[in-house]
């Protein structure tokens, strides 16, 4: 199995900037398409996005322009580079791994999952 372990989060004010990691274990790491995701309370788990194996990345709407995704084989891990914070961006956030070549939206889709990690924006 792979297991995954997220750091980075913590509280910035609104304009800032964050960069969570995901460490994953494992020699297969170049195996697995990367997605995040972030929970908000009281909300639904939701996908922010994602990169593939060739490093092909997709975000959704909301954080285009702000929030990258990359990727280091040689070190397993992935990163989430967030930037321009705003308070609404306030959420648990989650990396998750998933064994396909495409970036898939559904949470369902992923097998492995980090623990998650906090991130607060204050305004």
């Known amino acids: 199995q792979v297991q995954l372990v997220e750091s980075g989060g913590g509280l910035v004010q609104a304009g800032g900037s964050l960069r969570l990691s995901c460490a994953a274990s494992g020699r297969t790491f170049t195996s697995y398409t990367m997605g995040w995701f972030r929970q908000a309370p009281g909300k639904e788990r939701e996908f922010v996005g994602g990169?593939?194996?060739?490093?092909?990345?997709y975000y959704v709407d909301s954080v285009k322009g702000r929030f990258t995704i990359s990727r280091d084989n040689t070190k397993n891990t992935v990163y989430l580079q967030m930037n321009s914070l705003k308070p609404e961006d306030t959420a648990v956030y989650y990396c998750a791994a998933d064994s396909s070549l495409v970036i898939h939206l559904a949470s369902t889709r992923y097998d492995y999952w980090g623990q998650g990690t906090q991130v607060t924006v204050s305004s």
């Open positions: 990169i593939s194996r060739s490093r092909n990345t």
